[in-house]
């Protein structure tokens, strides 16, 4: 039975190291549908359900259904002016097609980053994030565009950046001397370049820089729940020569706590960070192998752990509809706060002598740290909240103090709920 656990444990952590191998990319976010809008070419505005989807979906297409309608309906990019919800909006924009092909123009819904005398936008398209500004130019945006190119002299192969965006911000910020200069060193990336155009917005015109868009950089909280459906801790090399060198089958467990996720970089990616506190309580491992049978009629083995843990799981998610498959990967953090039990009781062999109790291990590695890995599917429901159910495994190391050490294996059923957008 033992070997049976232990194969289905090593075949659902080769799984999830597979699934995680797929998915090596920059970590951003995505969102569910939610109340929206849309603006017509006319300039009507209408309004109803947006579903936004990944980055690049949303920059060719708006998928939205108007109140009281009982089916949704596609916009494809050039057949609105603009849609969007409470925290997301996108504006349609001719832009070149590449930041290298600056005579060829083609129209996209740019996300708008942040408004004022400046508005920042990005566009993520073909898994390469751009950026445009307007207001610098009337009737005009502006690409912000950093190159990279790869130069040989002789053997040897340099990689050379031509920052050209910080010269056009450069100029752009003219009217603020400080804006101006820290445009010079301001670094290629969402959160940097929306801090530096909301600075200059500050200095050009106070009072008129709206608030920044709640999706970059968002944190939700929730509640997380399960029980265990497997749960091992393997001491020392298993041998079987003494009691540091066993396999101990564990018991069915309950863990709860606090969920936090973290949604980095702007919203239509497939990534989240999922971390938080969760406790596990009494988590027992057994055995009645008698070791000394010379010695002993009988003898019983149990510890009784208490752990508070810390994962950091990065999660991919499939798809953009109300029900998405994820596969997620991470290191997890273990803190020993409480041992319930630590024992071995050796029955004598000579009638009427007393049982002998002695502790398995009497002191305690009070840290553990591993990996884990889990696959599922999350229910984004209209409001922006979450419901999650999935499987997770680990692999850390155990409370054992001695030199062969110990580690524990753990399948855990978690259901999860998000109540903040």
């Not at 309608?69 to 925290?87: D, F, M, N």
């Not at 009638?351 to 009497?362: D, F, N, T």
């Amino acid at each position: 039975m033992k070997q049976q656990l232990s194969s289905v444990f090593s075949c659902v952590l080769f799984v999830l190291g597979a699934a995680t191998l797929l998915f090596s990319t920059t970590a951003q976010a995505q969102s569910g549908p939610q109340p929206g809008y849309v603006v017509s070419l006319a300039g009507d505005t209408l309004r109803g359900t947006i579903k936004p989807g990944r980055a690049e979906r949303n920059a060719v297409q708006c998928d939205f259904k108007a109140a009281g309608q009982t089916e949704s309906k596609i916009y494809k990019v050039g057949e609105l002016r603009a849609y969007g919800s409470s925290v997301l909006a996108y504006e349609s924009h001719p832009v070149p097609r590449s930041a290298d092909t600056a005579t060829v123009l083609v129209p996209r819904y740019l996300e708008v980053v942040t408004r004022g005398p400046l508005t920042l936008y990005a566009l993520s398209y073909q898994s390469k994030p751009r950026f445009f500004i307007s207001g610098y130019r009337p009737g005009k945006v502006v690409e912000l565009i950093q190159r990279t190119n790869t130069v040989q002299r002789g053997a040897q192969q340099f990689v050379v950046t031509q920052r050209l965006y910080q010269d056009t911000l450069t100029k752009a910020f003219q009217g603020c001397p400080e804006a101006s200069r820290q445009a010079k060193v301001v670094d290629f990336g969402v959160n940097e370049l929306e801090k530096a155009v909301r600075k200059y917005n500050a200095c050009a015109a106070p009072g008129s820089v709206v608030k920044k868009n709640s999706h970059h950089g968002n944190i939700a909280f929730g509640i997380i729940g399960g029980v265990a459906v497997f749960n091992q801790m393997n001491m020392g090399n298993n041998t079987g020569e003494d009691e540091l060198h066993w396999q101990y089958d564990g018991n069915t467990y309950l863990t709860a706590g606090l969920e936090v996720v973290f949604t980095p970089g702007f919203k239509g990616a497939p990534f989240t960070i999922h971390s938080g506190v969760l406790y596990e309580s009494a988590r027992t491992f057994e055995s009645d192998h008698n070791f000394y049978p010379l010695l002993a009629s009988k003898q019983t083995t149990e510890l009784q752990l208490n752990y508070l843990v810390v994962p950091a799981m990065i999660r991919y998610s499939l798809g953009h509809g109300l029900v998405r498959f994820y596969a997620e990967a991470g290191p997890s953090a273990r803190f020993l706060v409480h041992v319930s039990k630590d024992e071995k009781i050796y029955t004598p062999t000579l009638a009427g002598s007393p049982p002998i109790v002695r502790p398995l291990l009497g002191s305690y590695n009070n840290l553990n740290i591993g990996l884990g890995g889990g696959l599922g599917s999350e229910l984004h429901l209209p409001n922006g909240q979450q419901i999650s159910l999935g499987m997770r495994a680990e692999n850390v190391f155990g409370p054992s103090n001695y030199t062969s050490g110990s580690g524990l294996r753990s399948v855990n059923l978690l259901l999860g709920y998000l109540f903040t957008k």
